[in-house]
DNA sequence: TGGTGAGTAGACCGAATGGTCTATCTACGA
DNA sequence: TCGTAGATAGACCATTCGGTCTACTCACCA
């Protein structure tokens, strides 16, 4: 049931309620009923989605192995991989943020409280990494996420995560702890 | 007429053909005249605002003087004002292409031409600097422009102009041309 | 003076919007 | 066996959507 609303939902937060129900079979009194209208239905994809794409960058930086410079790395190269698939369209939060014209839906808290769970993520390996700014550092890496992203949206044929990797090592400094640049 | 049409445009490209006729105080019969529809409208807005952003990054560029170094840097400077601009609520030609699901909507073209001769400005620079690969940097710093706007979008308070400016210098590389590091 | 082109105002259309309604079906527990 | 909770199907509502239409106004020019 949520699953067929998310996959209607990435064909934009715009489709009609109508839509929604036919792709979930589900009777439209049931939805009200649940989710007290469609901004609940949205708000309530976007918690589930974030959940997900949280357990994602663990995922991601869980495989990287245990040395926190390959672990944020990694996460760029799982950027690389979502970005490849076929069906992605956008990072959905921009998206909502963009499209969600009324500044009070809820919607825009759950985005938030997601970006800043994952600014986080980012900041804990950073300290890991004895990175002298790991907050200012996490922010240039979300935005280096944010461009990764919005480039693989607009642009299908680049590959911009790679380019994106490169300048996130940058942040992270020099290899060696001990001789970091800056 | 079109500065009406720009400014309730800033609403998102979801708004109603009404909304737009009555803020730009133009008859009904005029728009589908002139325009043969919604879809050319906001073409047509499309194109007119991505040649007054174009000029705006020249302009910027001229700004900033001769040095090509401080010429792309200043990109940024002029990014971080927009961005603190309180009308700015995200890049238009993003939200435009993650809200026009119909893949064939001519907007994208001029989306995509637009995002190329941006990419060309970008190159001309680093060509001048002598960088060794132009097109990637010029890319890279593409990811860093859609960065920034994504992040100011979303995250009001905080400035990631200055950040991306740091990650553009590096990109750049050293200031001193000679002694390049990559 | 009369005609023409371009604009405005606004009625109107079918379709789709988000949301509420009633009626029906079904599973489960006392 | 009956009652109830929760689901479904789908009619229905007012509103709005993008788009077409007619009727009228006004400036301009021969």
Redesign the interface.
């Known amino acids: 049931m949520e699953a067929a609303k998310e996959l209607t939902y990435k064909?934009?937060v715009?489709v009609g309620v109508d839509a929604l129900l036919k792709a979930a079979n589900v009777a439209r009194r049931s939805l009200y009923e649940h989710f007290g209208g469609k901004d609940g239905l949205i708000t309530e994809v976007l918690r589930l989605s974030a959940a997900e794409d949280e357990a994602g960058y663990q995922e991601a930086m869980r495989a990287a192995g245990d040395d926190p410079r390959r672990r944020l790395l990694g996460v760029f190269d799982w950027l690389g991989e979502v970005i490849e698939e076929p069906e992605f369209?956008?990072?959905r939060?921009?998206?909502a943020?963009?499209?969600l014209?009324d500044p009070d839906h809820p919607g825009h808290d759950v985005?938030?409280r997601y970006?800043e769970r994952v600014h986080d993520l980012l900041e804990r390996e950073l300290r890991e990494l004895d990175h002298p700014q790991p907050a200012?550092a996490a922010?240039?890496l979300?935005?280096?996420?944010?461009?990764?992203?919005?480039?693989g949206?607009?642009?299908r044929d680049?590959h911009?995560a790679a380019?994106?990797r490169?300048?996130a090592e940058?942040?992270l400094g020099d290899p060696r702890p001990s001789t970091r640049r800056s």
Do not use: K, N, S
Not at 142 to 151: E, K, M, P, R, S
């Open positions: 064909q934009g715009g369209r956008g990072c939060y921009l998206a943020e963009l499209a014209a985005i938030r970006r200012h922010d240039q979300l935005l280096l996420v944010d461009g990764t992203l919005a480039v949206a607009i642009r680049t911009p380019g994106a490169q300048l940058q942040i």
